[in-house]
């Protein structure tokens, strides 16, 4: 998940390079949307692993 958010970050930065506004907001709420999934089950994992430990 985190590789598409970066996918999508790169994406944007291209649109926005060429003048394409509207396809780099976009793609760069995607990548947001994505990076904050990836950081709360990447939350949610670590608080499991670690109450498995104990």
């Known amino acids: 998940m985190l ?3 970066v996918v999508f970050f790169i994406v944007a930065l291209v649109a926005g ?3 394409f506004t ?3 907001a976009g ?3 995607i990548a947001r949307i994505l990076f904050l999934v990836f950081l709360a ?3 949610v994992s670590l ?3 670690l109450k ?3």
């Open 47 to 49: 608080i499991v692993g």
């Open 41 to 43: 089950l990447f939350v």
């Open 3 to 5: 590789y598409y958010a």
């Open 17 to 19: 390079l060429l003048g």
């Open 22 to 24: 509207g396809i780099a």
């Open 27 to 29: 793609a760069v709420e």
């Open 52 to 54: 498995r430990r104990r």
